[in-house]
């Protein structure tokens, strides 16, 4: 890792919990440095961090990172409005819901806006559906789609999911987690928050499901370093070994060190764990989604059955390669279609190119350990 790379990941913690960072020691690439927390969606961060030094950016590249900022503040604003607005009308009527991911963690940063979210999402109950629509209707939203897992709502570029689950059952997790009203605790009206515990597994199973698709992206491992609820370990560690996360949790805790401390040194888990986050950004990227579709198949079965399954994968999956499923889920069979013929013309080629590739590396078999973690 080179040092301009270290250095961000190192200012980025510090962004995120208000602490002015060192100066650097040696020479920024700050061209490098912009690419690579936009990609992450973390460059808001970065400015922060590197504004509290008075860094001397470049100005055209400087002039990027600050609309980036204020654009990412002015976001967040209207998100909470939204938020506040939704949670209002909901325990109005008596409903339960349960704020999740970015919307609760932001407030774990220095600043709610420094950590950017695309989406608001909330956790609901499938019996008050009916009841829901009619008060996203009121307050202006369009009903765009509904698939098992959530609905989708819109009102203009502020985007909500009304979750019915917190997990798909892709890893058999979604047993575990059905339990998360008998363990929540009321906040403000029909607004309920996860137990502490509850909350940080939910975030490591949704990072597992990041990272088993291809990608995670930065944010999700800053979240960890930010985490700032008190957390009774026997709890915590007994839900972890029943999601068999527990290995999991272990590197991304040493990953959280590895980078915010500066650390010099890293067992390879981290190393490997570090740079496939930093390479594949938030939604991953087409070759290392084929790497680990085959790492997860290649001995469960014949050719029949690798082809079946590296190209009907099930919808979750197929929403990280394809995200205007999570508006029109209608459109699967339409992708599934696109798989098919990629496979038929450049795919087929490019895949087998891609698999050669990793068995001659070795990666096969490290992705395939990986995968057992997740």
Same mark, same amino acid.
């Given at each position: 890792m080179n040092y301009t790379i270290k250095y961000m990941l190192y200012i980025i913690g510090c962004a995120a919990k208000g602490v002015t960072p060192d100066i650097p020691s040696e020479k920024l690439d700050y061209e490098l440095m912009f690419k690579i927390s936009k990609e992450q969606q973390v460059e808001n961060l970065v400015y922060a961090a590197l504004k509290s030094i008075n860094a001397d950016i470049p100005e055209e590249l400087s002039?990027?990172?600050?609309?980036?900022?204020?654009?990412?503040?002015?976001?967040?604003?209207?998100?909470?409005?939204?938020?506040?607005?939704?949670?209002?009308?909901?325990?109005?009527?008596? @409903? /339960?819901? *349960?704020?999740?991911?970015?919307?609760?963690?932001?407030?774990?940063?220095?600043?709610?806006?420094?950590?950017?979210?695309?989406?608001?999402?909330i956790l609901i109950d499938r019996f008050d559906e009916d009841e829901i629509m009619?008060?996203?209707t009121m307050l202006g939203y369009k009903h765009y789609s509904t698939n098992s897992k959530h609905s989708v709502y819109e009102k203009g570029k502020i985007h909500i999911e009304l979750h019915y689950y917190l997990v798909d059952n892709a890893h058999g997790r979604q047993e575990f987690f059905s339990h998360v009203w008998e363990t929540a605790s009321q906040a403000d009206g029909y607004m309920y928050e996860m137990q502490p515990e509850m909350l940080y597994a939910f975030q490591l199973t949704h990072l597992a499901s990041h990272l088993s698709h291809g990608g995670a992206g @930065? /944010?999700? *491992?800053t979240d960890f370093y930010v985490f700032d609820k008190p957390l009774d370990m026997l709890v915590l560690n007994s839900y972890l070994r029943e999601l068999?996360?527990?290995?999991?949790?272990?590197?991304?805790?040493?990953?959280?060190?590895?980078?915010?401390?500066?650390?010099?040194?890293?067992?390879?888990?981290?190393?490997?764990?570090?740079?496939?986050i930093i390479k594949n950004g938030v939604y991953g990227n087409s070759e290392t989604g084929v790497k680990l579709q085959f790492a997860d198949i290649h001995s469960k079965g014949g050719k029949l059955a690798h082809y079946f399954k590296m190209t009907f994968r099930p919808y979750s999956t197929m929403a990280y390669m394809y995200p205007f499923l999570k508006?029109?889920?209608?459109?699967?069979?339409?992708?599934?279609?696109?798989?098919?013929? /990629?496979?038929?013309?450049?795919g087929r080629g490019r895949t087998a190119e891609v698999i050669r590739g990793s068995r001659?590396?070795?990666?096969?078999?490290?992705l395939s350990e990986f995968k057992k973690i997740l």
């Open positions: 002039r990027k990172f600050r609309q980036c900022y204020e654009k990412a503040i002015v976001r967040e604003a209207k998100q909470a409005l939204e938020l506040e607005n939704i949670c209002a009308a909901l325990s109005e009527a008596g @409903i /339960k819901h *349960i704020p999740l991911k970015g919307s609760v963690v932001k407030y774990m940063y220095a600043s709610p806006d420094l950590r950017q979210s695309g989406d608001t999402d009619k008060i996203m @930065i /944010k999700l *491992i068999k996360l527990d290995t999991l949790d272990g590197i991304v805790r040493r990953l959280v060190d590895f980078w915010f401390n500066m650390r010099q040194t890293a067992d390879d888990s981290v190393r490997f764990v570090s740079e496939y508006k029109a889920p209608f459109l699967l069979p339409v992708c599934y279609f696109h798989r098919i013929l /990629k496979k038929l013309t450049w001659e590396n070795g990666d096969m078999h490290v």
